[in-house]
């Protein structure tokens, strides 16, 4: 089989990386490797990707953390990915994988029209994305649930694969932060790999074929990869194995029994796959998956010391740790808010100086200019919003909803609003553009140039 994997910004293309380094030694597979990154240092570490498969995008110093110049960056940078996509997509690549990290802005900001682009190229894509700690900063966390639902949204992406962060303390308390790191790329990696050995795996019963495993993937929604093995003595039967815990990874905690697709790979020595073993194993793939598709390979081997089984569950819900960002997010963002705009306010009132004197400076008192609205107005306050506002804006909002793809300058962008919805009052349409910009539905691509997303 054969993979290209595209490592976006810092985190994705530590896994780009390790997926060449750890790919090298296994047979039966080839796997491409990619990585686009705004950070120009960041990229020349990654030693197994070649240069030629680089390609820097933006100013070449980082996104700033802030997913907005991973995006607009990604954007500028769109012809120079496509090409560098159809330079490495080959006839028979079968899947193609996104990495990267969810909190910071490249892997934030890239990975939506990263994966826009594989669509356009007429492919699909899986992604690997790690959540940021729940510790982390709100910025991070504002980041991440961007990233995430705009990712999400892609047509072109079928399974979406999270790393849940906050698990590496109770897997790896006494590492060092770097080596811990390692160890959860080598599972993501050392899982995938062991998933895609299944369909170069020979076996006496019912085995998983490449095309199959490729298939597995089209089920569109969140997606696991579930790794487990113990000694074969342990094993009573088959199904209670395959009932252990298929949370007790790094990976995002999932239910299982929302998934639309299952592949599963089970082996162990021969004793353990009687008929009845097997028919029960069966069942419970059965009852647990309602409604899903469930594919499983059969792996006798003689006298193995070990009972294990590896396997992906796609086309899930969305698992509680992203509900519980997406809310967290949230809420620390408008506590954020409403500290930057208290702080904004006291400097506005000033140091409560006051000799007396009445006149005050030209400087101070003049009105905003042309410019100043045409950067944003980010100076200004948003309107304290009363029920008629709060309608207008809704109007405004539902009416860029559709205009999703499209691309405005802000003079146009105003003239449609107010020719769409007669709305006179030019300054509530820029402020409405301002709190879409400030919500995720519009980001600046350019100076005074707007998409909607």
């Known amino acids: 089989m054969r993979f290209l994997v595209v490592g976006l910004g810092h985190c994705g293309g530590k896994i780009a990386n390790d997926f060449k380094r750890v790919a090298i030694n296994r047979k039966g597979m080839i796997v491409d490797v990619c990585a686009i990154n705004t950070d120009e240092a960041d990229l020349e570490?990654?030693?197994?990707?070649?240069?030629?498969?680089?390609?820097l995008i933006g100013t070449g110093k980082g996104a700033a953390r802030n997913w907005r110049e991973g995006f607009q960056a990604t954007e500028q940078a769109?012809?120079?990915?496509?090409?560098?996509?159809?330079k490495l997509l080959m006839p028979d690549t079968d899947v193609i994988i996104l990495t990267l990290g969810e909190g910071g802005g490249s892997g934030s900001g890239a990975a939506p029209l990263v994966s826009e682009c594989v669509g356009e190229l007429g492919r699909t894509s899986i992604a690997i994305a790690t959540l940021p700690f729940e510790a982390e900063s709100v910025k991070a966390k504002v980041n991440a649930a961007f990233g995430l639902d705009l990712l999400y949204r892609q047509e072109a992406l079928k399974a979406l694969i999270c790393i849940d962060n906050d698990k590496i303390t109770a897997h790896f308390p006494d590492k060092l932060l770097t080596e811990a790191y390692s160890e959860v790329n080598e599972l993501i990696v050392g899982t995938f790999l062991d998933l895609i050995n299944l369909a170069h795996m020979p076996s006496r019963a019912d085995r998983i074929d490449q095309s199959e495993l490729a298939s597995i993937f089209e089920y569109a929604g969140f997606a696991t990869?579930?790794?487990?093995?113990?000694?074969?003595?342990?094993?009573?039967?088959?199904s209670a194995t395959l009932r252990h815990s298929w949370n007790g990874s790094l990976f995002a905690e999932l239910d299982p029994t929302t998934a639309t697709g299952a592949l599963f790979g089970v082996q162990g020595p021969n004793h353990l796959f009687t008929t009845a073993q097997v028919d029960l194993m069966r069942r419970t793939f059965r009852e647990l998956l309602a409604g899903g598709d469930a594919m499983v390979g059969i792996y006798p081997v003689e006298r193995s010391r070990w009972a294990s089984y590896v396997g992906i569950l796609t086309g899930m819900e969305i698992p509680m740790k992203v509900k519980?960002?997406?809310?967290?997010?949230?809420?620390?963002?408008?506590?954020?808010?409403?500290?930057?705009?208290?702080?904004?306010?006291s400097k506005s009132a000033g140091l409560k100086f006051d000799l007396g004197f009445s006149e005050r400076s030209s400087?101070?008192?003049?009105?905003?200019t042309e410019d100043s609205r045409a950067s944003g107005g980010a100076s200004s306050p948003l309107p304290v919003r009363g029920s008629q506002t709060e309608r207008e804006f809704e109007r405004v909002m539902s009416l860029i909803q559709g205009l999703r793809g499209e691309t405005f300058s802000l003079d146009e962008l105003i003239s449609h609003i107010r020719r769409e919805l007669s709305i006179a009052d030019e300054q509530l349409i820029l402020h409405s553009i301002i709190e879409l910009q400030d919500k995720g539905y519009l980001a600046e691509i350019e100076r005074?140039?707007?998409?909607v997303i």
């Open 448 to 451: 005074n140039k707007y998409k």
């Open 45 to 55: 570490t990654h030693r197994q990707i070649p240069s030629s498969n680089k390609l």
């Open 324 to 345: 519980g960002l997406l809310e967290s997010a949230k809420k620390e963002y408008a506590e954020h808010r409403d500290i930057v705009e208290e702080r904004r306010k």
């Open 225 to 238: 990869l579930v790794n487990f093995k113990t000694p074969a003595n342990l094993v009573e039967n088959l």
């Open 78 to 86: 769109r012809t120079n990915i496509h090409e560098l996509l159809s």
């Open 363 to 368: 400087v101070i008192d003049k009105p905003a």
